[in-house]
């Protein structure tokens, strides 16, 4: 609701409640009067605007508005006036109760007795002017069920609100967090976008400096040979442009792609024709793989005997093992000169160990005591 129609509304809520007063006040009570009873003066009027005009600013001035309300009431009692039923002064212990309710015990508490003290300071009064207590049980015993109601709905109405507000907070907390984990797998999507096509890149680039330098220097000592440097570049070439293409269909299709074994011992055998002897252990696979577990166990492999070509021997044993939950790479070579983490051509061992931890996996890669370099990748399969 708008402030203009709580205005509104408020405004209206304390004429109803004066023209009710008035009424009562007119009539001398709800019942037959008594001798002596006053009529509707001019201290009469005074007094039910007093009790019916603090309504037009509950929202604002809750306590206040009550404390003036019930003042007001009490003067009229006091003074003999018929106000059978308080009309104005219980809605405002409504809207007290509920500008207090979740409020700490100290500033809840003066409201609650400034409340429920409203009908003992009415009996009071009636017994101070002669009255029985007895005689106005029925009176006083509906005054106090009105102002405990009134207390009790504005307690629970604001005690609602407050739920309702929790709860709203609670599922714009929900939100956030998917909007994070949404930005953060999207994030994530892009370094793996990233490091495919930097990968596939670096890979081919090396192998193509190296044919283009081996074609330049054997081109008029050893023309079949550099003719075979160059096919080995336009194949290169070729097939980088294919696992770019395949990268960009593969973001676009989420359904599953098959593990290959061909496509890693193309791998193999593309090193193998650059020079690299590799003894190679692929089995076959029992199923298709999850796009993402081929992919990076194809990269893993790449980047793994990039390394061996360029830091090792010569030579390299792989072996890949597809089992029901998981892939286990393994890589061994010799060693001659030290593995960079991170070289400046390209993420090297930590590119790979990122790509298997992104997929829940490990990867570890450290030289040994006989002078080979051992990596083992574990991917698992979900």
Same mark, same amino acid.
């Given at each position: ?28 009570? +709800?019942?037959?009067?008594?001798? =002596?009873? %006053?009529?509707?003066? /001019? #201290? @009469?009027? *005074?007094? &039910?605007?007093? !009790?019916? $005009? ?19 009431? +009490?003067?009229?009692?006091?003074? =003999?006036? %018929?106000?059978?039923? /308080? #009309? @104005?002064? *219980?809605? &405002?212990?409504? !809207?007290? $109760? ?285």
């Amino acid at each position: 609701m708008s402030n203009k129609r709580r205005w509104v509304a408020d405004g209206a809520l304390a004429g109803a409640a004066l023209a009710g007063t008035l009424l009562i006040l007119g009539a001398r009570g +709800l019942g037959p009067p008594s001798p =002596g009873t %006053p009529g509707l003066d /001019p #201290v @009469a009027v *005074a007094l &039910a605007v007093l !009790t019916a $005009a603090p309504l037009a600013v509950r929202r604002q001035f809750p306590g206040t508005a009550y404390a003036v309300s019930a003042v007001a009431s +009490l003067a009229l009692l006091r003074l =003999g006036y %018929p106000l059978d039923i /308080p #009309v @104005a002064t *219980a809605p &405002a212990a409504y !809207t007290l $109760a509920v500008a207090r309710a979740g409020a700490p015990l100290p500033r809840r508490l003066p409201a609650l007795i400034a409340v429920h003290a409203f009908v003992p300071v009415a009996v009071l009064l009636y017994a101070s002017d002669g009255y029985r207590v007895w005689d106005l049980f029925t009176e006083m015993f509906t005054w106090a069920v009105l102002f405990a109601g009134a207390w009790l709905a504005g307690d629970r109405s604001r005690l609602r609100e407050l739920r309702l507000a929790e709860a709203r907070a609670y599922a714009e907390r929900v939100r956030q967090d998917a909007e994070r984990e949404r930005r953060l797998a999207a994030a994530d999507e892009r370094t793996r976008i990233a490091r495919e096509l930097h990968d596939s890149a670096g890979h081919a680039i090396n192998v193509i400096l190296v044919q283009a330098g081996a074609a330049r220097l054997l081109q008029e000592r050893d023309p079949e040979r550099a003719r075979a440097a160059l096919t080995a570049v336009e194949s290169v070439a070729r097939d980088t442009i294919t696992d770019i293409d395949r990268l960009v269909r593969a973001l676009r299709d989420d359904r599953d792609v098959p593990a290959d074994p061909g496509a890693l011992d193309a791998l193999i055998e593309r090193h193998r024709a650059n020079g690299l002897r590799i003894a190679a252990d692929l089995p076959e696979t029992s199923g298709p793989l999850p796009r993402s577990v081929a992919w990076a166990a194809y990269r893993i492999l790449q980047e793994a005997l990039t390394n061996a070509a360029r830091h090792g021997a010569g030579s390299a044993e792989v072996a890949v093992r597809f089992r029901r939950d998981r892939v286990e790479i393994d890589v061994t070579n010799p060693a001659l000169s030290e593995i960079e983490p991170e070289t400046r051509t390209g993420h090297g061992i930590v590119g790979m160990r990122e790509r298997a931890t992104l997929l829940g996996g490990t990867l570890r890669a450290d030289h040994a005591a006989d002078g080979l370099f051992r990596l083992s990748a574990t991917l698992p399969v979900t």
